[in-house]
Structure formats: C-alpha cells, structure tokens
C-alpha cells in the first residue's frame, strides 16, 4: 500500500500497472481455459462418436 502523502501520479501509475497485469493473467487464463475446453470436446467427440460405416436409404412413412 502508498502512502497517502505519495504523489498522485505514481500512485496512478501503479494502479494502471497492476490493474493491467491482473487483466493480462486473467485474459491469459481465460483463452487457455477456453482452449484446452475446446481441445477436450474435439478429442471427446472424435473418441466417442462411431464413423458412418453403413449407408443405407431411410424412408419414412407418414400416414
């Protein structure tokens, strides 16, 4: 913490900075998490979900 008989702009300025940094780690850390989300979906999917192996004409009929 300043103290209060510091000069307002280094106090400014030292809150811009740290406000910044927390900002940065947070986008950071927000993209990775949104990255490794969609990268765990993807290998989820790719895993479980079976490749067309038969091909076959539906038809449907309504009455």
């Known amino acids: ?3 209060l008989d510091a ?3 280094r106090v400014v300025l030292l809150w811009f900075r740290r406000c ?3 900002l940065a780690l ?3 850390g927000s993209v990775l998490l949104l990255w ?3 990268f765990a979906y ?3 999917y790719f895993l479980t979900v079976p ?3 038969l091909v076959a004409p539906v038809h449907f009929r309504f009455r």
Do not use: E, K, N, Q
């Open 1 to 3: 913490m300043l103290p």
């Open 7 to 9: 000069p307002w702009p």
């Open 20 to 22: 910044s940094i927390r």
């Open 26 to 28: 947070f986008g950071a």
């Open 36 to 38: 490794a989300a969609a």
């Open 42 to 44: 993807g290998v989820f």
């Open 51 to 53: 490749a067309t192996g």
